[in-house]
């Protein structure tokens, strides 16, 4: 993290030294220096009270994890805020990585929270480059939950386990009384050995890069919230869930990768603005390239969502080397989870921390953090 | 599993030959027909619901966790239902381990859930017999709960894992709306390296090994009773929540240890009749050995509770070679957490799957798995 604090504070240093030159400041150069102040700030919660953006991924997450959570564990291990820590044995690296599970409902079309905490661990342990190996889950119950709706859970957990190749080694239950929970909350934890000599993160990350999403976005978010049934919405649509270590090995095997993140909660926008913060760069973004289907986009379209934002959990985001853009989709293509892929933008110099939409009108726009939470509980 | 399975069949056809030499039976031969019978029945679920038992760690748990979790997930890794699995990764040897933590009230005298979630779970590694290293951290935080809470449970975290000598490397927030949760669940996973070449488990118990508990129990389970408030007592108690590593490594070092296990959810009790069934072997307890503390017998009294039954979280129980007995206790007592440590019991070859109490009156009796839940959320 030092390093690219480093390379974030050069330049705005420049940026500011050249404005000093250009007085008055451009909108620019002020709107770099804001950013700048910004980032030179600790992290600090105004708020009393956890509020359900608490737990949207966006901005309010952001400020919780670095004010309260690595304020409270720092290490360098937890420092990059990765979907996965390696750590290092002595003996052979690990990934370790953990997610816990509140969707509502817990039944939905194309899956239900089972194969969701199974493909989502699964997933958080692929992009970080390791082979998926054991899972461990934790089950909180509420009083009263249906046994048959327990087992189909752990059914399609299995199901789902045998698909991605790895093992339920470990478990836990507890139980609360009624009105505690909401049926059924599952918290997995993932291991996963990282067998390829490759370094993934937002370090490696570069201007003339290649972004690439593995295929059509937002379907898990606008399938859940269909599902819940307070919309007077139908639409023929299943929740993307599905494991990506295929996928993500054959691209590993095919191309130079900088980075890869799965755009769950908080979407793709939220994966490229900390592609963007966290290594000090710009990524633009052509929303004629973004693979949205059309059903989709008509239900953001009701609903006054951006589909950018809404959580898929069987995409993810690479950052590929900008030479190799195209041989990524091929590869990507080959898997029944990557058949949509696309290059949907590139990385810039800068302005650094920032992601920059070139939309279908011709117009530009900032793509940020979300600041609340239009979707609770969507994983 | 299969040894023990066979060990125990074998042990029941031979009482069942002496039985058919002697009519007609005698109780204890009738008695341990029915065991057998029971034991050789698939688990089966016979409620629809969920219910608090079924999170109380007795029967109702492992019936849950043989019927649909096992039954689910299926594999040899996880089949010994062991505090962690033991991973083989090629590399080297490591414990995983997963627990959720529900805790009510989630701070009370002398610890809160964060530093029961550090400690439980520090703890089950260590009892594996692995150096407890990384730690992965889940919430469910519910709308509306206290941020200066949830710091509070985050700085404990940070001071337990820092005198565990273990980091907190990943982890994740979910919120969800009022009323879906309880303020703060927290679900910790973790990872230990296996260094020693001892092999643990209660395949290795046999007739003749000594059951020590390494401290004074139930007062974790009483603390937190008494921390509800809607008991009229006082006492001047605290919740014995530790890291057991060093105690357990120390013990490890001194004497040939069998099995260790630390007794959490459902007191001493459920470790030995897990001891019990899992070995194939009788555990006999001597009352007047146990160590309880007034302050915990008394408000046992008042309460209609078993301090067998009552959850420790700095307590372990250890079956080691009946020769070092002595040996294993004078290890135990130099350090902090185990200067209450005594020899309680003894293995015997059966009845298998029972444990006996040699009461302080004289008497024996059967110390069962509990069937229903008397203390709810305790951990």
């Known amino acids: 993290m030092s390093d690219r604090t480093v390379h974030t504070a050069e330049w705005a240093e420049r940026a500011l030294a050249e404005a000093a030159h250009h007085e008055p400041a451009s909108r620019e150069e002020q709107v770099l220096e804001r950013i700048e102040r910004a980032r030179r700030r600790r992290p600090k919660i105004t708020e009393e009270r956890v509020t359900l953006a608490h737990g949207a991924g966006g901005k309010a997450s952001r400020t919780l994890i670095e004010a309260v959570f690595v304020e409270a564990f720092r290490n360098p291990v937890l420092q990059p805020l990765d979907d996965g820590a390696t750590l290092d044995l002595g003996t052979g690296r690990l990934v370790f990585t953990t997610d816990a599970y509140v969707v509502s409902p817990l039944f939905f079309p194309g899956g239900d929270i089972g194969d969701l905490a199974v493909n989502g661990t699964v997933n958080d342990l692929a992009v970080c480059g390791a082979r ?11 009083e009263g939950f249906p046994l048959a709706d327990l087992r189909r859970i752990t059914a399609s957990m299995a199901d789902a386990a045998e698909r991605a190749g790895v093992k339920v080694v470990t478990g836990d239950t ?3 009384q009624r009105g505690k929970a909401d049926g059924c909350y599952v918290t997995t934890a993932g291991v996963g050995a990282l067998e390829r000599p490759v370094t993934l993160g937002e370090s490696q990350v570069r201007p003339g890069d290649a972004v690439i999403v593995s295929g059509p976005i937002g379907e898990h978010g606008i399938t859940v919230l269909i599902a819940r049934g307070d919309l007077d919405i139908e639409a023929d649509l299943t929740s993307d869930t599905a ?33 963007a913060r966290g290594a000090g760069v710009a990524v633009t973004v052509d929303e004629r390239a973004l693979p949205v289907r059309p059903i989709v986009s008509g ?22 080397d900008g030479d190799h853009a195209e041989a990524a989709v091929t590869a990507l293509r080959r898997h029944p989870v990557g058949e949509g892929a696309a290059v949907v933008g590139r990385i810039e110099p800068g302005p650094p921390g920032m992601v920059l939409l070139n939309t279908a009108f011709g117009g530009t726009r900032i793509v940020d953090l979300l600041v609340g939470d239009p979707l609770p509980r969507i994983c």
């Open 299 to 320: 239900a953001c379209e009701l609903l006054g969502l951006d589909p950018l934002y809404v959580a898929c959990e069987g995409r993810f985001v690479a950052v590929v």
């Open 174 to 176: 507890k139980v609360v």
């Open 243 to 275: 494991p990506l270590h295929d996928a993500v090995a054959a691209l590993l095997d095919a191309v130079p990768v900088r980075m890869m993140r799965d755009a769950t909660r908080g979407g793709v926008a939220t994966v490229l603005n900390e592609v």
């Open 132 to 142: 998926p190996m054991y899972l461990s889950a934790a089950f909180v119950l509420e």
